[in-house]
């Protein structure tokens, strides 16, 4: 997850064996969760089983991917996807964000006592027969909150895939996050963005032939159900449109990219002469320069109301697009994708600011509200991300 994360990720060719698919569950964003923490309870009381799925014979109109694993789809929040995962043995079921702006996997853990580990699943070292202790100190800091722990290594599955003696952390200290619709996050970026020493998950999935190329895939999904599905280690075509557009990766750390410009009704917006963006699961926003996005606002007619930008519901069909030009491609994001509608029946801007903070240059953070969009696949092999519209 990159440091400005709200809530807080191949070949075109599909794969006929090893491909995987993990449902993710649409979350609301943080500042919904706390109006509305009755309601997020509830949800979580009621729908903490496992939810996999093992597919067996499909329809012969629909490719068939042995191996494949699903997580049936939960919509009910907003803005951030989660899947289940476990650690240890026996079993130890958490929800996390599979999150390309971040490579770290941790979980809250029993030594924990901050108040968001009070709201949250425990891991428990004691009762797992695989469990090891590295016990070297962590330090990690997100958008949404800061975690202090030490690390360990278990055996962690994602669906069917089994990955023995994974390095994680163990949460002992939690600073915000306390009402987060997750336990922990799990990273999908670059080694060199991970704890020095320790090997991010999906590169142990690759070293050790459990998945059998180097790229992952993201359908984020806008509807109230069905939905969203991380895709390890191959791509199910039918979640997109056309062909996939292949874009390189410009630093091999973050999932980051190089954009042309950004232009709204014709007129240059930013990135006049070429700029970074991350393309970041773990985001919920669309994330820009606050000059930028300051301009932006003013232009679409986003008054703050209760620490969020918000416009006339009746306004917003009107509103323009925003259009994102990446490697001779352009991207557009409609008023319908940038605004969102809370439970309260505000119409919400979902443009944040701050990527200052983060370079020097110019960078943009392309979250959840572009991924909607446009269906994306990380090649580690190749070093690039494809992006084509999503179904």
Request: aromatic letters at 10%; proline letters at 5%; charged letters at 15%.
């Amino acid at each position: 997850m990159s440091s400005c994360s709200d809530a807080l990720c191949l070949t075109e060719h599909s794969l006929v064996g090893g491909h995987y698919r993990i449902p993710l569950t649409k979350m609301k964003t943080m500042r919904e969760t706390l109006r509305e923490k009755n309601l997020l309870t509830n949800f979580l009381l009621k729908n903490n089983g496992n939810w996999s799925q093992n597919v067996g014979n499909r329809s012969q109109n629909v490719a068939y991917y042995p191996k494949m694993t699903l997580h049936p789809l939960r919509n009910y929040l907003d803005l951030a996807y989660v899947g289940n995962i476990t650690i240890g043995t026996p079993p130890q079921q958490f929800r996390v964000v599979f999150d390309t702006g971040s490579a770290d996997l941790w979980v809250p853990s029993i030594y924990c006592y901050s108040r968001p580990c009070r709201t949250h699943k425990l891991f428990n070292p004691h009762t797992s027969t695989t469990f090891r202790l590295w016990g070297r100190s962590i330090d990690l800091t997100y958008g949404s909150g800061r975690i202090i722990g030490f690390l360990g290594y278990d055996t962690v599955r994602i669906g069917k895939l089994i990955d023995m003696g994974q390095p994680f952390g163990l949460s002992k200290l939690q600073f915000g996050m306390e009402d987060a619709p997750f336990d922990g996050i799990l990273g999908l970026g670059y080694p060199s963005l991970a704890i020095q020493g320790t090997t991010p998950v999906f590169d142990t999935l690759k070293k050790r032939s459990l998945i059998p190329q180097s790229v992952f895939a993201f359908y984020l999904s806008s509807q109230k159900e069905n939905g969203s599905i991380v895709m390890l280690g191959g791509v199910d075509h039918r979640y997109h449109k056309g062909k996939l557009q292949w874009i390189p990766v410009s630093r091999p750390h973050y999932w980051q990219i190089t954009m042309n410009r950004i232009t709204i009704n014709g007129v240059a917006f930013g990135c006049c002469r070429g700029c970074q963006a991350i393309v970041d699961t773990g985001t919920s926003f669309l994330v820009g320069p606050s000059r930028v996005i300051t301009a932006i606002r003013r232009l679409i007619g986003a008054r703050l109301v209760d620490n969020e930008y918000a416009v006339s519901c009746s306004y917003v069909a009107r509103l323009p697009t925003i259009i994102f030009s990446i490697n001779g491609n352009d991207y557009p994001v409609p008023p319908q994708a940038y605004i969102r509608k809370s439970l309260r029946g505000k119409c919400l801007s979902t443009l944040a600011a701050g990527t200052e903070s983060m370079s020097r240059s110019e960078t943009w953070i392309l979250g959840d509200v572009f991924l909607r969009l446009y269906f994306s696949v990380y090649d580690r092999g190749n070093n690039r991300v494809g992006l084509a519209p999503a179904v």
